[in-house]
């Protein structure tokens, strides 16, 4: 039997390369041209311990994406205004670049990115292995020693693509249409799936005139003849949260660091928030039902994060006569919220509409906020309250019929906290007889809800 000896077959593949590179097959990145004067969109020196560019960070406008990590850039078949969706978070390994979808009349389709992780031993570009390259870099300069997962170092050539692969099928009026490629060993994939022609035509020419850069250390991309690449858009990071933040939150849980506070004389105190709650006359603090976590992996990672990133402060119910917790029916709880760590935009003035509406559709996405049918901006004793209308489902798994409950949402940020409180009715007439206690945040004048609870329709999103 014939074999080649691994001198051989080094030679070989070393001859096989140049050969590619010869026919252009292989994509280079040149040396960036500093005397450009564009100025990038990132500063071009970052602090020690910023955040690593993540494989979701990008820039876009209503008409194109391009992708700051990867280095690509397309037109896109369909207007980004109205027609964003949210995604649950990924799996430990994958990452969300874009959604949108449409619905009009009788066609509908979507275009989805997303991009999967290298295999280990080959993941030297991706942002965990650069946190833990600054770790090494700390570790050795204090002498200390340090051992690790060696790394394979592939030439930069094979790191770079110029196309994306593309497979298109047809299944009677339905089309999907795959396209992919890999670049820093990661597989990129934008899928189309439609029952729309010329949707399906759109996105294939917009595929067919994509843009290939090389990204730089610093943020900014270059061209093949290394000039500095200057990006539409703003800076966006995806559909939902990037998984190398939920990654970090499970694993760091900030939410310990969240102090829980106490009642006493009918009163909730948290001095480290500087929070001071007056429960309701009649109500009493009740102990936390831990509500059954999904068993779906997807929503039960997005459950596991909620609870890294918030603390339950408070749950409360009314006495009945007997001394008996009426809790099944009415309930009020009150949560802290790390919107940082679960990268949560909230509203910083009254005609902040976009970010109450991306805060209600993350409230539904993670799961334990229910159903939200509409939000306002209130502000109350000159403090800012997004609000929420909607209903809860109250079954867990032992259960075997649902309670649905009418549900109204107050969140309001203070300091580095995003405060909310739920109130939750079997009704909206019960809803709206709720009484809401009193609220003091510190330096600020008394908070009364109650009142506010029955405005309707101010800045309303039906």
């Known amino acids: 039997m014939f074999s080649l000896s ?41 602090p020690v311990r910023e955040e690593p560019i993540l494989p979701e960070a990008g820039f876009l406008s209503n008409t194109h994406y391009t992708s700051q990590f990867f280095g690509f850039a397309f037109d ?31 066609h509908k389709g979507y275009i989805m990115v997303t991009a999967y992780d290298p295999v280990r031993g080959f993941d030297a570009n991706t942002p965990e292995e650069k946190e833990n390259q600054r770790e090494l870099e700390k570790w050795a300069a204090a002498g200390t020693p340090y051992g690790g997962l060696p790394q394979n170092n592939i030439p930069q050539f094979l790191l770079h693509s110029d196309h994306f692969h593309r497979e298109i099928r047809r299944r009677g009026r339905n089309y999907a249409a795959q396209y992919w490629t890999a670049i820093n060993n990661y597989t990129v994939k934008v899928v189309v799936v439609t029952n729309d022609e010329l949707f399906l035509h759109k996105a294939k020419d917009d595929m067919a ?42 694993h760091d849980e900030p939410s310990k660091n969240i102090p ?22 009649g109500w009493q603090p009740i102990a ?34 007997s001394g008996a917790n009426g809790h099944l029916d009415s309930t009020i709880v009150l949560r802290a919220l790390d919107p940082n760590c679960l990268a949560m ?102 908070i009364q809800l109650r009142t506010a609870k029955r405005e309707k329709g101010r800045s309303t999103n039906p």
């Open 6 to 46: 691994a001198a051989a077959l080094r030679a070989l593949a070393i001859v096989s390369l140049l050969v590619f590179c010869a026919l252009d097959i292989c994509a280079q990145c040149p040396p960036p041209d500093l005397d450009v004067g564009i100025i990038p969109k990132i500063p071009l020196q970052k």
């Open 76 to 106: 896109l078949p369909l207007s980004v205004k109205g027609h964003e969706i949210m995604m649950p978070v990924m799996p430990e390994k994958e990452h969300a670049l874009l959604a949108l979808q449409y619905e009009e009349g009788q």
């Open 209 to 250: 005139d994509v843009q290939f850069y090389c990204p730089q250390d610093d943020g900014t991309l270059i061209n093949a003849n290394g000039k500095t690449v200057k990006v539409q858009g703003e800076p966006y990071a995806g559909p939902t949260v990037p998984t190398f933040r939920v990654n970090a939150a499970l």
């Open 260 to 281: 829980p506070g106490e009642v006493a004389g009918g009163v909730y105190r948290n001095s480290d928030i500087g929070l001071q709650y007056e429960l309701p006359q």
């Open 288 to 321: 936390s039902d831990a509500s059954d976590p999904p068993l779906e992996p997807t929503a039960l990672r997005e459950y596991q994060f909620l609870y890294a990133c918030s603390r339950k402060l408070l749950e409360l119910a009314p006495q009945t006569e």
């Open 345 to 446: 935009r909230t509203a910083a003035s009254l005609t902040d509409k976009r970010a109450t509406d991306e805060v209600a559709a993350s409230f539904e996405q993670l799961g334990e906020f229910g159903e939200i049918g509409s939000d306002e901006l209130m502000s109350i004793s000159g403090h800012l309250f997004m609000v929420f209308h909607g209903t809860i489902a109250t079954a867990v798994r032992s259960q075997e019929l649902a309670k649905r409950l009418s549900q109204t949402i107050f969140a309001t940020r203070y300091h580095k906290l995003l405060l909310v409180w739920s109130f939750m009715a079997p009704n909206s007439v019960a809803l709206e007889a709720m009484p809401t206690g009193g609220i003091l945040l510190e330096g600020a004048p008394p």
